[in-house]
T-cell receptor, first 113, second 116 residues
Framework: DQQVKQNSPSLSVQEGRISILNCDYT??????FLWYKKYPAEGPTFLISISSIKDKNEDGRFTVFLNKSAKHLSLHIVPSQPGDSAVYFCAASGLTGNTPLVFGKGTRLSVIA | NAGVMQNPRHLVRRRGQEARLRCSPM?????VYWYRQLPEEGLKFMVY????????ESGMPKERFSAEFPKEGPSILRIQQVVRGDSAAYFC??????????????FGPGTRLTVT
């Protein structure tokens, strides 16, 4: 029973264009959402997060949008760069503090020069 | 400012042997989490520890797996009598102490366990 779903296993985008990665969740108790980026043979690197009291959070080229009623979030990367090519994981947790993260299966982003 | 350290990075064990995976959290972090990633899957939570305490082990198999985070030294994930299905990447993450702290977890580079 997957509580966090990333339905697109892969995505290809041209350099300079926008990359949009999507994530859906089923557990209404999730209150905090995070995106991680992972290169092969490395650990996940934290990118950006959002709490359920917000619907948008922006950090440089990365913006996360949250639609709580639809239980959907998305990560926008603009402009996309070849170095953004990696696997992106969506993760969720409750807001009780320091709780385990529930991860999606990831989306492999390829940014083509 | 050292990040989360894990060793070894690669570990090969024969079926029936024991595997010990070590994790040193980031400086100032007292919460440690272990996750496992199988091929083509996301990371799955195994166990959450604070110093000398297991807080949540709901994701850890009841048999053969154990974890500790002693007062001194790294956190250890121990797998006894390994089987081929234990082959995976094991990631450790740490986060700061207390309510209101950052909820982000910071991951180490992982230990890739191969059981032959």
């Amino acid at each position: 029973d997957q509580q966090v779903k990333q339905n697109s296993p892969s995505l290809s985008v041209q350099e300079g264009r926008i990359s949009i990665l999507n994530c859906d969740y089923t557990n209404s108790m999730f209150d905090y959402f995070l995106w991680y980026k992972k290169y092969p043979a490395e650990g996940p690197t934290f990118l950006i997060s959002i709490s359920s009291i917000k619907d948008k959070n922006e950090d440089g080229r990365f913006t996360v949008f949250l639609n709580k009623s639809a239980k959907h979030l998305s990560l926008h990367i603009v402009p996309s760069q070849p170095g953004d090519s990696a696997v992106y994981f969506c993760a969720a947790s409750g807001l009780t503090g320091n709780t385990p993260l529930v991860f999606g299966k990831g989306t492999r982003l390829s940014v083509i020069a | 400012n050292a990040g989360v350290m894990q060793n070894p990075r690669h570990l090969v064990r024969r079926r029936g042997q024991e595997a010990r995976l070590r994790c040193s959290p980031m400086k100032g972090h007292s919460h440690v989490y272990w996750y496992r990633q199988l091929p083509e899957e996301g990371l799955k939570f195994m166990v959450y520890l604070q110093k000398e305490n297991i807080i949540d082990e709901s994701g850890m198999p009841k048999e053969r797996f154990s974890a500790e985070f002693p007062k001194e030294g790294p956190s250890i994930l121990r797998i006894q009598q390994v089987v081929r299905g234990d082959s995976a990447a094991y990631f450790c993450a740490s986060s700061p102490l207390g309510q209101g702290s950052s909820y982000e977890q910071y991951f180490g580079p992982g230990t890739r366990l191969t059981v032959t």
